[in-house]
């Protein structure tokens, strides 16, 4: 599509931000945005910077899992960020950028894209798009955290093997190919005002962009699988499950599965 060149120069081009992306850089292909995003953190780079690329050849979902996109479809970034938070609170900036990257993606293309606990952003229970935080941690201390957004744009999910068929992308969501540049920038724009505010309770708005909560669900955590109602969510972003005993247990991570009635 023509216009849809992804570059630095394009996307500081009238971006009104003014924290994220105040700084950029752009591979036209790359290993893992969050990957550069990470050695850049390690080596002391400043709150903001965006990394970003039309390509990866090794695109991390959580668990060691892959990150499909062909090249030139899609908006692979990552962002450093280095919030005044405990270790603990990590949960509070993947709320703050979910909410973000919603909004912006409801604002552009006028599609009802909800959350899927805890990070995947999903449209008529297809996936259009994931988060993966990962947190520096020095000495118990959260020196940084580094968000990495996938957001399918351009392709046809039934045209590319590896990824699976719950997937979507804007472009089969609208039925016509969708600019990047200025959905980048609302990105940004719409991050930053809510993690302006990660210190604030966000999870009565986090809450209320859910698909999840009261439905009986199946959570694959990495000690096993849960089953249970899916009551609400903590303050630390964690999910309360109800299970059939009426007993409750905490999830901090894990992948939910509606169960069917
Ligand atoms: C995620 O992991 O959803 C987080 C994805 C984060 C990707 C971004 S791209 C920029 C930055 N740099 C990186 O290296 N990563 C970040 P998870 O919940 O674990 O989902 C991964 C699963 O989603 C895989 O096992 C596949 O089944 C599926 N998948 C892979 N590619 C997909 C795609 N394009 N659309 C939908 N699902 C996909």
Not at 56 to 81: D, E, K
Not at 108 to 118: D, F, H, S
Not at 173 to 195: A, D, G, K, N
Not at 229 to 252: C, W
Request: glycine fraction near 8%; charge should be negative; charged fraction near 20%.
């Amino acid at each position: 599509m023509t216009n849809d060149q992804l570059s630095a120069n394009a996307i500081a081009a009238g971006l009104q931000t003014r924290v994220l992306g105040r700084r950029i850089v752009y591979f036209e292909r790359v290993g893992s945005t969050n990957d550069v995003a990470k050695q850049l953190a390690d080596a002391g780079e400043p709150e903001g910077t965006l990394v970003i690329a039309d390509e990866q050849t090794a695109g991390r979902g959580r668990l060691g899992r892959a990150w499909i996109a062909p090249p030139h479809s899609s908006i692979l970034m990552s962002l450093v960020l280095r919030p005044a938070l405990a270790p603990h609170q990590v949960g509070w900036v993947t709320m703050a950028v979910a909410l973000g990257a919603c909004q912006a993606i409801r604002a552009e293309t006028g599609l009802a894209v909800q959350i899927k606990w805890p990070n995947d952003l999903i449209v008529r229970g297809k996936k259009l798009a994931g988060i993966l935080s990962e947190a520096g941690i020095v000495n118990d201390e959260l020196e940084y955290v580094v968000v990495g957004i996938g957001v399918n744009v351009n392709f046809n999910v039934t045209a590319i093997e590896r990824i699976p068929a719950d997937a979507t992308t804007i472009a089969d969501e609208l039925r016509q190919p969708f600019p990047r540049v200025r959905l980048v920038q609302t990105l940004l724009q719409s991050i930053e005002e809510y993690y302006l505010r990660v210190n604030e309770n966000l999870v009565p708005e986090y809450s209320a962009r859910l698909s999840t909560l009261n439905q009986w669900v199946c959570v694959q955590t990495p000690a096993g699988v849960e089953a249970g109602m899916a009551e609400r969510v903590n303050e630390n972003g964690a999910l309360i499950l109800r299970r059939a005993d009426g007993s409750r247990i905490e999830l901090i991570a894990g992948e939910v599965t509606l169960i069917k009635p």
